[in-house]
């Protein structure tokens, strides 16, 4: 798993349930580091335990924590290169999901050695999807869920998300917009942000 996925676990957890709590964690997996270093390369098993043990020590399932730091990602001000990086997507949330297929590609521009799952939209009309995700990574479709909801919320839309488990090696995210302009998304502009005055 790269570094950059691990770093981005650690600081949801950090951030949403504090310092002590993530030292806990570091604790109970016996790592001799407290901080990922977000330009090296961990194993998938070691991904899974840190899961593992966030849910343990919150009491909830593994599925849940993984749609919380999908939702972290993108809402947390702190965080703004995932949610930028999706918004380039298009200006809708509809235009979003007709995105997704290039996703992996647009995030290896970013950071070359960065690989997400392969993301296939089926759009069936009539405003219903289903998202694919296909990775070596268990629950990457709950990560999914969470990040799909931010930005819906993002845009303003009003969506209905359901995991629907794995068929033929992917996990599957059926997906129904009720409404793309529901509320007032999150300003966003295109351009990069200057710092200090004109």
């Not at 194993?43 to 924590?65: C, S």
């Not at 999807?129 to 303003?156: E, K, N, Q």
């Given at each position: ?182 509320a007032e998304g999150r300003a966003f502009e295109l ?8």
């Amino acid at each position: 798993m790269h570094g950059l996925i691990n770093r981005a676990i650690q600081c949801f957890f950090r951030d949403t349930y504090g310092a002590p709590a993530w030292g806990e964690v570091v604790r109970r997996l016996e790592l001799d580091f407290t901080e990922f270093e977000p330009m090296l390369h961990y194993g998938n098993e070691l991904t899974q335990r840190m899961i593992g043990e966030m849910a343990a020590a919150l009491g909830k399932d593994r599925e849940t924590v993984l749609e919380d730091v999908g939702t972290y990602l993108i809402s947390n001000p702190a965080v703004e290169a995932p949610r930028r990086l999706l918004r380039f997507g298009g200006e809708t949330f509809l235009d979003f999901l007709h995105s997704l297929d290039d996703l992996p590609d647009r995030a290896r521009l970013a950071v070359e050695d960065l690989v997400l799952p392969a993301l296939e939209l089926r759009d069936y009309g009539g405003n219903q999807f289903s998202l694919f995700c296909t990775g070596d990574f268990a629950g990457i479709g709950h990560v999914a869920v969470g990040v799909l909801r931010a930005m819906a919320d993002d845009y303003g839309a009003l969506v209905f998300l359901e995991h629907k488990g794995v068929s033929h090696g992917a996990e599957v995210i059926e997906i129904t917009l009720i409404e793309a302009a529901f509320a007032e998304g999150r300003a966003f502009e295109l351009g990069l942000a200057r710092a200090g005055g004109a």
